[in-house]
């Protein structure tokens, strides 16, 4: 059974870069032709898509945190990686890694995450 | 803001049959898959249905998901007290070249 898992800091300071871990364990991330995305959640607040990766290391951002988010893989430690930098206020979060299926068919694009990890709160406060 | 508006609440009795609608646009639900995530209280939003209408291994036969046009709907058949949750719809937008998820809609059981 496949388990997605974040880790990292769950205080970050303004201006400075936010990075989380996710372990991917029970599969591994480079053997399918899956996606491994970022989504994150203000707190009492709807689902953003951050970003995907493709063990390849092939990605795709949301254009609009893009300037600012960087998503890389690990496959030999089976993790990817998110770092958000210059952080405000306004990222503070839940932020949930995920698997990603993401493919463009001839019906369009077939875009769902299944299954996610826990997620992790992250602060942003001096 | 969300590019896909639901309706901010719903509810129903036991048993009843409860329908949350998903409105969008011909770049996203108009032209790509529409799918629903369950968040129950506390926990990671959790695929219902995938594809428009396919439903994950393990998820009741009591959900079910239709597309029409430029809008998608979730039925919740034979409600349950187990489904006190938000209920979020999603798909890509092909404009705005990214995932978008729908507004959110809270679903409580009387």
């Known amino acids: 059974q496949l388990q997605l898992q974040e880790s990292g800091p769950g205080l970050v300071k303004p201006s400075e870069t936010l990075s989380l871990t996710c372990t991917v364990s029970g599969g591994s991330i480079s053997s399918s032709s899956y996606y491994w995305g970022w989504i994150r959640q203000p707190p009492g607040k709807g689902l953003e898509w951050i970003g995907s990766?493709?063990?390849?290391?092939?990605?795709y951002y949301n254009p609009s945190l893009k300037s600012r988010v960087t998503i890389s893989v690990d496959t030999s430690k089976n993790q990817f990686s998110l770092k958000l930098s210059s952080v405000t206020a306004a990222d503070t979060a839940v932020y949930y890694c995920?698997?990603?299926?993401?493919?463009?068919?001839?019906?369009?694009?077939?875009?769902?995450?299944?299954?996610w990890g826990q997620g992790t709160l992250v602060t942003v406060s001096s | 803001q969300s590019v896909l508006t639901q309706p901010p609440s719903a509810s129903g009795t036991p048993g009843q049959r409860v329908t949350i609608s998903c409105s969008g646009s011909?770049?996203?639900?108009?032209?790509?898959?529409v799918n629903w995530y369950q968040q129950l209280p506390g926990t990671a939003p959790k695929l219902l249905i995938y594809s428009n209408n396919q439903r994950p291994s393990g998820v009741p036969d009591r959900f079910s998901g239709s597309k029409s046009g430029t809008s998608a709907s979730l039925a919740i058949s034979g409600l349950q007290s187990e489904d006190e949750a938000d209920y979020y719809c999603a798909a890509w937008d092909d404009s705005l070249n990214r995932g978008v998820f729908g507004t959110g809609t809270k679903v409580t059981v009387l």
């Open positions: 995920a698997r990603h299926e993401f493919e463009r068919y001839s019906s369009g694009w077939y875009n769902w995450f299944d299954p």
């Open positions: 011909s770049s996203n639900i108009g032209s790509n898959t």
């Open positions: 990766i493709y063990y390849s290391g092939s990605t």
